[in-house]
């Protein structure tokens, strides 16, 4: 790989890496959006401060237990669980280096781009993975959006 070509890998890499973290903060941002609009699970505040992770299992709990419509509550939570799932991988490429690395293959030395865990090298990331992951976290913003607003509509249905 030449200058030019390792320029424009690390191009995309940051171009995709931006993209996730764009659509995490929508994530996020939905999910502080149920915890404030949703009565039953109206935590905000108790919340705020706590990591992703502990805001969505205990958005999760609530809604579990609130008196919200059934197939609206299973959208909304098995949602917040996957991004629960994504959120580990966010964590990777947010509080990790992103690496040239070389390991050895039956034809001699290889190597690839990646992003490597510092705590267990044998946690990477690589280009295929992190579209991947960009896919599903625009995907869940906006399915998040979409639920989260017919939920909230069907709290306060129309009065004449």
């Known amino acids: 790989m030449n200058d030019k070509d390792h320029e424009k890998e690390k191009e995309h890499w940051a171009s995709l890496i931006g993209r996730l973290m764009l659509a995490f903060g929508n994530i996020e941002f939905q ?4 915890l404030v609009e949703i009565p039953e699970v109206s935590r905000h505040e108790e919340l705020i401060n706590h990591d992703f992770k502990k805001r969505a299992t205990q958005a999760i709990k609530e809604i579990e237990n609130a008196k919200l419509d059934k197939a609206n509550s299973k959208k909304l939570i098995n949602l917040l669980n996957e991004c629960i799932k994504l959120a580990k991988k966010r964590n990777l490429i947010a509080h990790n ?3 040239l690395s070389f390991y050895d293959t039956k034809d001699g030395l290889g190597f690839r781009l990646e992003i ?11 280009i295929g993975e992190l579209e991947s992951l960009v896919n599903k976290a625009e995907k869940y913003a906006d399915e998040l959006y979409v639920v ?3 939920i909230t509509f069907g709290l306060y249905p129309e009065t004449t």
């Open 31 to 34: 999910l502080c959006r149920c």
């Open 97 to 99: 280096p992103f690496n």
């Open 116 to 126: 490597v865990s510092l705590r267990n090298n044998d946690i990477f990331l690589e």
């Open 148 to 150: 989260g607003t017919d």
